[in-house]
């Protein structure tokens, strides 16, 4: 069964700190995603990588960066976090541009900057 | 700029009965689309898609249509079940086939 892993369900931080967020796959996909869905506002795409060490920015990177070091795992880090940024944050996969691909989903990180 | 809508937040159905999703997109260069099911706390999951080449594509009780020349695709349910409510995400897919455009989401609602 195929596997997007991330590494916290809940997480409640304070205002300034740094946040990191990790994700895993398992099915050696090329792509790798950060989303955050927000009530009205659907997914939005905030980074994605389509290889290690490669990244592009997606419509709302600011205040975000992102890292990958090894090709299953790509990690979210909120720099200095803020109440805007109290969200669900979705970590997705997907193998390179083939016709019939999708996107995998982890389970979600219910992220609250108090 | 959204390039992929869902005008609809809300829909309530009677259990048995149709649910028609609908989507709209603006990109005419997508050539995939994707229907995600989605319940609280929970991250989305695969439904079904549909290449551009195609104007129908059906998977059990679930079939989505596409009208390139309208942008426009829905999903149908049918019959509907108490376990379809959930949010459902339409998503498209760009053609250097790297990214995914998704909506904003419809919440669906069966009553039993």
């Known amino acids: 069964d195929v596997k997007v892993t991330q590494s916290s369900r809940y997480l409640v931080k304070r205002t300034g700190e740094k946040v990191f967020l990790e994700c895993v796959q398992d099915?050696?996909?090329?792509?790798m995603f950060w989303y955050r869905q927000d009530p009205g506002l659907g997914l939005r795409l905030i980074y994605f990588s389509y290889d290690v060490k490669m990244k592009e920015k997606g419509d709302i990177p600011e205040g975000y960066s992102v890292s990958r070091e090894k090709k299953e795992r790509f990690s979210l880090i909120l720099e200095s976090a803020s109440t805007n940024q109290t969200s669900m944050y979705l970590c997705?996969?997907?193998?390179?541009?083939?016709?019939?691909?999708?996107?995998?989903f982890g389970q979600g990180t219910r992220l609250t900057v108090v | 700029d959204q390039q992929v809508k869902q005008n609809s937040p809300s829909l309530s159905v009677q259990e048995g009965r149709i649910s028609i999703l609908n989507c709209d997109y603006t990109?005419?260069?997508?050539?995939?689309f994707l229907w995600y099911k989605k319940y609280p706390a929970e991250g989305p999951t695969f439904l079904i898609s549909i290449s551009s080449i195609k104007d129908k594509n059906e998977d059990g009780r679930f079939t989505v249509f596409l009208n390139k020349s309208a942008k426009h695709l829905s999903l149908h349910i049918v019959p509907s079940q108490p376990g379809d409510s959930a949010v459902y995400f339409c998503?498209?897919?760009?053609?250097?086939?790297?990214?995914?455009?998704f909506g904003t989401g419809t919440s669906l609602t069966v009553i039993p």
């Open positions: 998503a498209a897919r760009g053609q250097a086939g790297n990214q995914f455009y």
């Open positions: 997705a996969s997907s193998r390179r541009y083939s016709w019939n691909t999708e996107a995998f």
């Open positions: 990109n005419s260069m997508f050539d995939y």
């Open positions: 099915m050696d996909h090329e792509n």
